[in-house]
């Protein structure tokens, strides 16, 4: 198995980590187990959903579950609201489903978070310590119910304006993430593509595509695709390990 393995379905070419280049690869290992990914976030977690939707398109035992809502985040709306989204939407998986869990979220919360009957403004130590609980909390509960949980931080994008903001939104979650027990996934300078600032562009097979969105912040369907490289190595290496844990389940029985 490669390191890193890229998203890809038939006929689509996977994009590498820099600016230099991409070539094709295979499609991933199907489990032979049931399996769900449950994406959960806002826009930016929207794409992740469609790069990994089309990734195991042809695996009938991997179901790739949407729990995202647009223009929503974790300032607005609480952690304990999306475990309700979570819940109502997915459920709990059976006895031998394997779930994985990757979020997004953050880059709506520059704004206020209520605090009983006030409003913490956004990067004060109150609303920083009501944040980082929110990570913490939705991240261990997901945990409980998953075989891991991965959280992506935002990307690097074009609004100088938000830059600084959002980098404090991707430390206050990476701390959280991490101290919770979940695996926070560091994407800002691996979406400058390989160049010293943000860029719109990159190289796909040997040609310059359009990678970022005119929004600056969101992607295009090849960017979304080389960010969800990010995650399809180590699903690889999950779906690898329960396959052969079945494998060897099944010669014992033989």
């Known amino acids: 198995?490669?390191?890193?393995?890229?998203?890809?379905?038939l006929g689509l070419l996977a994009l590498l980590a820099t600016g230099a280049g991409a070539e094709a690869?295979?499609?991933?290992?199907?489990?032979?187990?049931?399996?769900?990914?449950?994406?959960?976030?806002?826009?930016?977690?929207?794409?992740?959903?469609?790069?990994?939707?089309r990734?195991?398109?042809?695996?009938?035992?991997?179901?790739?579950?949407?729990?995202?809502s647009v223009s929503d985040?974790?300032?607005?709306?609480?952690?304990?609201?999306?475990?309700g989204r979570y819940f109502a939407t997915a459920g709990e998986p059976s006895e031998d489903t394997t779930d994985v869990v990757i979020v997004q979220l953050g880059a709506n919360d520059i704004t206020t978070i209520r605090n009983g009957r006030t409003r913490e403004s956004f990067n004060t130590d109150t609303w920083n310590?009501?944040?980082?609980?929110?990570?913490?909390?939705?991240?261990?509960a997901l945990g409980d119910r998953s075989a891991a949980v991965y959280w992506f931080g935002l990307p690097v994008v074009g609004n100088t304006s938000w830059e600084p903001s959002y980098q404090i939104i991707s430390q206050l979650q990476a701390d959280a993430v991490r101290k919770a027990g979940g695996n926070f996934v560091?994407?800002?300078?691996?979406?400058?593509?390989?160049?010293?600032?943000?860029?719109?562009?990159?190289?796909?097979?040997?040609?310059l595509m359009q990678l970022r969105a005119p929004d600056k912040v969101h992607f295009t369907k090849p960017?979304?695709?080389?960010?969800?490289?990010?995650?399809?190595?180590?699903?690889e290496k999950l779906i690898a390990n329960t396959n052969r844990r079945i494998a060897l389940q099944d010669v014992k029985l033989q």
């Open 186 to 207: 560091d994407i800002h300078e691996f979406t400058k593509f390989g160049t010293d600032d943000f860029a719109m562009n990159g190289k796909l097979n040997g040609r």
């Open 1 to 9: 198995m490669r390191e890193m393995l890229a998203a890809a379905m």
């Open 25 to 53: 690869v295979d499609a991933p290992e199907c489990p032979k187990t049931p399996m769900r990914v449950l994406v959960l976030g806002d826009s930016l977690a929207e794409g992740l959903w469609g790069s990994l939707h």
């Open 129 to 140: 310590s009501l944040y980082t609980q929110r990570v913490a909390h939705l991240t261990r």
């Open 223 to 235: 960017g979304y695709d080389l960010v969800a490289s990010r995650i399809l190595g180590e699903l």
């Open 73 to 83: 985040g974790l300032a607005k709306t609480s952690d304990e609201d999306w475990l």
């Open 55 to 68: 990734a195991f398109a042809r695996c009938d035992t991997m179901n790739v579950v949407r729990l995202t």
